[in-house]
């Protein structure tokens, strides 16, 4: 990994492919929670108005919720955006999440589901999201735990990869323990975190190669083989490979101030409006 930031990192693996996104999102499917990931967060977005989603990938989110609200797309990477595109109804812009090109208090709903740990400067970017959105407008966040796919990151020792347990949160600490505070720190009030319940039960070895290879590239006939001795032995005895989950959805209110993020932020000194 080197002295790769977690931008680096983020270019290296979305900005000319959406191939290593949809290999992860494809392990996910094995969620035992029968709600999927994208259902329930969509029963808890605050959605209406102007909606912007930053960091939004495929648009996976949208594809299985429908488009609400006036919906703006944006991801930095040329790959994400020509799917985004495929959104309908939805306006896409390639930008930085901490460079939005929207006037200030505009938007009223600010989404960013498991994109945040990919930022060099995530505080940055919440102030951004303080900018751009109306007073009384929303934030969603989704982040991982420390523990998320704790199985999975173990493997990498198995295979001699101890890289595969490089999290994309190392660097910026970006997780379910410390991103409700950071957004407090950027200006917002009535932060709620909730946790969907999920783990993975994986019936097969195939779907935890494709996982290996989305993170670290593709696996030498050794990787793949001890993965397929160690994997296959838990489906054996467990009849799955099991695996935790550990994400959290924050929700937030920007306060009825102007943008107050700069100084430390005192708790209760903004004023916050209802939701919309
Ligand atoms: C794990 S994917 C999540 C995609 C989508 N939100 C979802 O949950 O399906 C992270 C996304 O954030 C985008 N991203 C990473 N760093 C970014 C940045 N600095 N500005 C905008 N988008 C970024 C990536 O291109 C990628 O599409």
């Given amino acids: 990994m080197g002295s790769a930031t977690p931008f680096d990192r983020a270019v290296s693996q979305y900005a000319s492919t959406t191939g290593n996104l949809t290999a992860r999102m494809a392990l996910h499917s094995h969620g035992t929670n029968p709600q999927g990931w994208f259902a329930w967060l969509g029963e808890r977005l605050p959605l209406s108005g102007e909606v912007l989603e930053v960091g939004a990938g495929t648009g996976e989110l949208w594809h299985r919720i429908g488009r609400r609200g006036r919906l703006t797309l944006t991801d930095f990477s040329p790959a994400m955006c020509a799917r985004l595109r495929e959104v309908p109804g939805a306006r896409v812009l390639r930008c930085d ?3 939005l090109p929207y006037r200030d208090g505009t938007a009223g709903v600010v989404i960013a589901n498991h994109m945040l740990y990919h930022l060099d ?35 990498g020792t198995v295979i001699g990869r101890p890289d595969l347990a490089v999290r994309f949160y190392d660097q910026n600490d970006v997780t379910a323990e410390t991103t ?7 200006g917002f009030s009535d932060v709620t ?12 070895v195939e779907p935890i190669l494709a996982y290996i290879a989305s993170m670290i590239g593709p696996l030498t006939a050794a990787q793949e083989a001890a993965t397929r001795e160690a994997v296959g032995a838990r489906i054996a005895a467990d009849g799955a490979f099991r695996v935790r989950k550990h994400t959290v959805l924050v929700n937030a209110v920007r306060g009825s101030e102007r943008f107050v993020g700069w100084g430390p932020y005192r708790r209760g000194a903004t004023d916050t409006m209802p939701a919309t």
């Fill in 97 to 99: 999440a901490a460079r």
């Fill in 121 to 155: 400067d995530p505080d940055a970017a919440l102030r951004e999201f303080a900018r751009v959105l109306r007073p009384g407008g929303r934030l969603a966040v989704a982040v991982n735990g420390r523990d998320h796919l704790a199985e999975l990151n173990a493997l």
């Fill in 180 to 186: 409700s505070a950071r957004i407090e720190a950027a």
């Fill in 193 to 204: 975190v909730e946790r969907y319940p999920d783990e993975l039960a994986v019936p097969a």
